[in-house]
């Protein structure tokens, strides 16, 4: 085996650190037009914090559109850390920053380094919620009450149900596979966390269907 070869196989982290996912690939383009359309494009200094940005690679893709807007990334496992870094060096547009560490299921004032309230015009989740805890769900309203702006918004993308509804059969199957993987996990319903957001000052405002029978949430801080 070559030493190329060697360095690939021992040690592809540390050599390619930049991951891409092909779900990402796929619902990045979607995403973004629906994000587009509800996002203020001429305002300068907008800030957007992303919950659970994972790879980063929605980030790498979204912040290029919206130079007018600093996205934050966050994540709770630091493994993410490394490719998350490489899509902020490689953003033409240098608004993303650095990812924070955050356990969503706590309170903001908890998290390593606690943000400012009230501090974010806009923040953002991408399918965390049904391969989460309910906790973090509940952590993520508490979130977007107290670091949203009065009118800010906070966008969430996924499968859900709604009134106990949870359509397709392939969604039914795969909140079945979910809850056998583990039992916290789950497709959550809209009118749960409707609850959610009232306790924390937000409501709904607009669903949008997306491909792949997703859907794409806003909700409104009051």
């Keep these: 085996m070559s030493l190329t070869k060697r360095l690939l196989h021992s040690t592809p982290r540390l050599i390619f650190p930049k991951r891409t996912h092909p779900s990402a690939d796929r619902n990045s383009q979607p995403i973004s037009e629906a994000l587009l359309s509800q996002v203020d494009k001429t305002t300068e200094n907008l800030q957007l914090l992303e919950i659970g940005s994972g790879s980063g690679q929605h980030a790498g893709f979204l912040a290029p559109l919206l130079p007018n807007i600093t996205f934050q990334p966050s994540e709770y496992e630091r493994f993410h850390f490394g490719s998350i870094s490489v899509y902020v060096k490689e953003c033409l547009t240098k608004n993303i920053k650095e990812p924070l560490l955050a356990d969503i299921s706590k309170e903001p004032k908890d998290w390593e380094v606690p943000p400012t309230p009230a501090s974010y015009d806009y923040m953002f989740n991408s399918n965390m919620m049904h391969i989460t805890p309910w906790e973090c769900s509940i952590?993520?309203?508490?979130?977007?009450?107290?670091?949203?702006?009065?009118?800010?918004?906070?966008?969430?993308?996924?499968?859900?149900?709604?009134?106990?509804?949870?359509?397709?059969?392939?969604?039914?199957?795969?909140?079945?596979?979910?809850r056998i993987r583990d039992e916290s996990w789950g497709v959550r319903d809209i009118k749960d966390l409707k609850v959610l957001a009232s306790e924390n000052g937000l409501e709904l405002e607009k669903i949008v269907e997306m491909p792949s029978n997703n859907k794409f949430l806003t909700w409104l801080k009051l």
């Excluded at 009118?151 to 596979?177: C, H, I, R, W």
Aim: proline share 5%; net charge positive.
């Design 139 to 178: 952590g993520l309203f508490r979130a977007a009450g107290q670091l949203l702006k009065k009118g800010g918004k906070m966008f969430t993308y996924g499968p859900y149900a709604e009134d106990g509804v949870l359509t397709p059969q392939s969604n039914v199957n795969f909140d079945s596979s979910l």
